[in-house]
């Protein structure tokens, strides 16, 4: 079993930053892939950055790349998600994730946190 915990959500102009911390607890954290989604009302819930054991590779959808940065830092068993330039349109909740493979579907992970609300107004 591994237990993730969201934090670092808020409310931010458009424009702004804000860095998402996941911290995990449980089984070995070096052996997952872990993943960020965000889910806004009335949508699906949408993959924006994953990164592999030891973060030797990063993977960003379009709507991410230059924006948000995914790193990890395995010693404290703790996943980050930096935004920058944030724009309305990334209002959602904000949910790490955590799998045994690489992938971009939320059916592919395993272990989920409950979720951050990030909210940017204009």
């Known amino acids: 079993q591994v237990q993730l915990v969201e934090s670092g959500g808020g409310l931010v102009q458009a424009g702004g930053s804000l860095r998402l911390s996941c911290a995990a607890s449980?089984?070995?954290?070096?052996?997952?892939?872990m993943g960020w989604f965000r889910q806004a009302p009335g949508k699906e819930r949408e993959f924006v950055a994953g990164?592999?054991?030891?973060?030797?590779?990063?993977y960003h959808p379009d709507s991410a790349k230059g924006r948000f940065t995914i790193s990890r830092d395995d010693p404290k068993n703790t996943v980050y998600l930096q935004m920058n330039s944030l724009k309305p349109e990334d209002t959602a909740v904000y949910y790490c994730?955590?799998?045994?493979?690489?992938?971009?579907?939320?059916?592919?992970?395993?272990?989920w946190g409950q979720g951050t609300q990030v909210t940017v107004s204009s």
């Open positions: 449980g089984r070995a954290f070096t052996r997952y892939y």
């Open positions: 990164i592999t054991w030891y973060g030797v590779s990063t």
């Open positions: 994730a955590a799998g045994s493979i690489i992938a971009t579907l939320p059916s592919a992970y395993t272990y």
